[in-house]
């Protein structure tokens, strides 16, 4: 056997171990939770909405889903942006800090909106189904922490 077949031959089954390796985390170890599944969780099966309560948050879902997109392409954008100011300065110069203000200008945006649609959302609620929401936003909002 050839040096170059050897080293071809290693290269394969480093890259099938690492396959392998992937494959067997993915198969044991836990997925991580999306941020927000606990308050998915309590609205959509534990607070027993009714029809009503159901239909308005379906319109409140969708609209937020709509807006949440669009703030993330811009939060996208502006990082787009930092990067490009980065390249070109290679520092902290006037174009990276203006990059950074826009980044977390919008973070600061889809922040607000998220919230916004946190709070219609309880507007829904009966005055029963309000303390088990909000333990999950503070759950969600705390998740990781401590």
Known sequence: MTSTTRVVLCVVLAFLAAIGG??????LLPHPKQ???ALHEVLHHKLAL???QQA????????FAVQRRALELELRATNARLAEAIESEHGNGPRVAAAVDQSHAAMGELQKATL???FAM??????D???QFDAAVVKALTDGQG
């Open 22 to 27: 992937v494959f067997v985390g993915r198969a």
């Open 35 to 37: 941020p927000g599944a």
């Open 50 to 52: 009714n029809d009503d």
């Open 56 to 63: 308005k948050l379906k319109v409140l879902e969708d609209r």
């Open 116 to 118: 916004a649609h946190i």
């Open 122 to 127: 309880r507007q829904l609620l009966r005055a």
């Open 129 to 131: 189904q309000t303390p």
